[in-house]
């Protein structure tokens, strides 16, 4: 029996710590499930009855927010103020933006914590997340407003899958259905959905639930969730990965069906989104993103 030589020991442990270290990146990434995805595309109609995030261009792209020298994390829309908000968690502030990125008022947030999610939820009610210690955190603006206490406002401490500062990340909100969507950005990876928090009847004991989808959330093929914005129109969610630079639509069933990708030539994008941390869209479908540090960005169907 002819012996192996050792350069060939050596090719074939090479070639086998080459093809492990592939698979591994493969799946860290989630390039097989991304890649089916792009697959599966190429056979599949427009549907008109959903957000079809591949139709959009960018109309206003890496436009700095000027008087912002903190990064700004999350966006929601304010559908009665007209206006979006946004959180910068350095130093604490609720920053209302114009549609065309221009700061309206700065709110300075005491005791949020690591405030990392905004979400409107009715009139002059928000939703503030503090990623740290998971909580919840209902407050009421005003146009009046300039500081917030956390003291002062109804709260949520869930305190589950707690791991630094990779928690709470993103918010959403279905007014209809009365349930609140959390993001926890990774390490696990996964979208909450609570509801009985804010409470209905404050005069009534709290009756929280938390409900967790794991076959929606093993769908997401991106490496981290910064953001999150419900659709009523369409009862579909849009989930957005700074790390994957891609912005997911989920149907009803939790399964991606369109993507809008934040890379340099996709979308009309000249250079690409550096580090996506908010999403927020408004009543005529128009999508605004912002990233950090401080930058701002608006993107329409032709």
């Not at 405030?115 to 939820?121: L, M, P, S, T």
């Not at 009985?196 to 639930?209: I, K, L, V």
């Not at 989930?239 to 399964?255: I, K, Q, T």
């Not at 250079?271 to 401080?294: C, F, H, I, R």
């Amino acid at each position: 029996m002819r012996r192996v030589s050792r350069s060939t020991v050596l090719v074939l442990g090479v070639t086998l710590v080459a093809l492990a270290a592939a698979g591994f990146a493969a799946q860290h990434f989630r390039l097989f499930e991304r890649t089916w995805f792009q697959a599966s595309q190429l056979w599949q109609t427009t549907d008109p009855a959903s957000i079809n995030l591949d139709q959009y261009q960018a109309v206003l792209q890496g436009k700095a927010i000027e008087g912002l020298e903190d990064d700004v994390s999350a966006l929601t829309y304010d559908p009665l103020r007209k206006s979006l908000f946004t959180v910068t968690n350095k130093k604490a502030e609720l920053i209302e933006l114009s549609l065309d990125g221009r700061v309206l008022r700065r709110i300075a947030l005491v005791g949020f914590g690591d405030a990392e999610a905004v979400e409107f939820i009715g009139e002059n009610t928000y939703v503030i997340t503090d990623e740290r210690q998971q909580r919840l955190i209902k407050v009421t603006i005003e146009d009046s407003t300039r500081v917030l206490d956390a003291k002062d406002a109804e709260q949520l401490t869930l305190g589950i899958n707690q791991s630094g500062n990779k928690g709470f990340e993103g918010l959403a909100y279905d007014s209809v259905g009365k349930r609140l969507f959390v993001a926890k950005e990774r390490d696990p990876m996964l979208i909450y959905e609570v509801r009985g928090f804010p409470q209905a009847n404050p005069q009534q004991p709290y009756a929280t639930h938390v409900v967790t989808n794991p076959r929606r959330d093993a769908r997401l093929f991106v490496r981290d969730l910064s953001s999150l914005q419900f659709d009523e129109r369409t009862g579909h969610l849009l989930a957005l990965s700074d790390e994957s630079r891609l912005l997911l639509e989920l149907d009803l069933e939790g399964r991606p069906i369109s993507v809008l990708s934040l890379k340099k030539g996709r979308h009309g994008l000249k250079k690409s989104v550096p580090q996506a941390e908010g999403v927020a869209m408004d009543g005529e479908g128009t999508l605004y993103v912002v990233s950090e540090p401080n930058l701002f960005y608006v993107f329409k169907k032709p």
